[in-house]
Each structure stands twice: as structure tokens, then as C-alpha cells.
């Protein structure tokens, strides 16, 4: 059976991030705290400001293409290896990307997808 990794991206305000904090906190110290895979943005407008199209697009590529490289991946998005580092550097800030830095040989920044989906939930 293939088993699917999720990353749950929240909409959700301060208060309740900490609330919510302070919750698996205690089941940690009871020993029943279950390891969540999310990410909290305040506002669905700073989720919209990591979360663009392109670097949506470039999400499935690395998933998808897995590049050895930032420049690999500027080629196959055909895209400017500037912009490739913007867009990768403000993903790995929100916690969607890793990168693995090599340093044997050629120094190359390999950036990594460890989820097969996003699911988005919106606190009300």
C-alpha cells in the first residue's frame, strides 16, 4: 500500500495558533501527543503571498522532477535562476521546502519536496 504525506497548511489567527500549541504541549508531556505535518499562516492574504501559482508550479516540479540543483530547476521551469532563488528561498521560510546544500565536488543547493499533498484548512 502506497501511504500518501500530507502537509496541512493552516489559515489561522495568533491566538488560536498558540492555543492550539499549548494543547500539544500537555499531550507531549502525557506521551500522547500525535506528530502533525502543518504550517499556520495569519491571514488567508499571507497564505496567498507564499503560496503563487508559480511557486505552486515549482512545488510539483521539484516533487515531480526532483533536480539535483537550483539551476537544474531554473532550467526545467525555463526560468530565470534569480527568481528560482526567490521563490525557493520564501518556500523553505514557510517550512514547503528543504534544501540540501553540497559540498563535495561542485557546490550545488538541492531543494527538496518531503510531501505528497497540501491540504489547506481555514480556522472560523
Not at 504525506?5 to 504541549?25: C, H, I
Not at 528561498?89 to 497540501?118: C, F, Q, S
Amino acid at each position: 500500500m502506497i501511504r500518501i504525506k500530507n502537509v496541512t497548511v493552516k489559515v489561522q489567527d495568533m491566538e488560536d495558533f498558540f492555543d492550539d500549541f499549548e494543547k500539544d504541549f500537555e499531550k507531549m508531556k502525557k506521551g500522547s501527543f500525535e506528530k502533525k505535518e502543518h504550517i499556520a499562516f495569519e491571514t488567508l492574504g499571507l497564505l496567498k503571498q507564499y503560496l503563487t501559482p508559480e511557486r505552486i508550479k515549482l512545488l510539483r516540479m521539484i516533487k515531480t522532477k526532483k533536480p539535483k540543483s537550483l539551476y537544474e530547476l531554473a532550467r526545467i521551469a525555463k526560468r530565470p535562476l534569480k527568481s528560482i532563488n526567490r521563490d525557493v528561498a520564501v518556500l523553505k521560510e514557510a517550512g514547503l521546502v528543504e534544501v540540501k546544500k553540497n559540498i563535495v565536488g561542485r557546490p550545488r543547493t538541492k531543494p527538496m519536496v518531503n510531501y505528497d499533498r497540501i491540504n489547506i484548512a481555514i480556522e472560523i
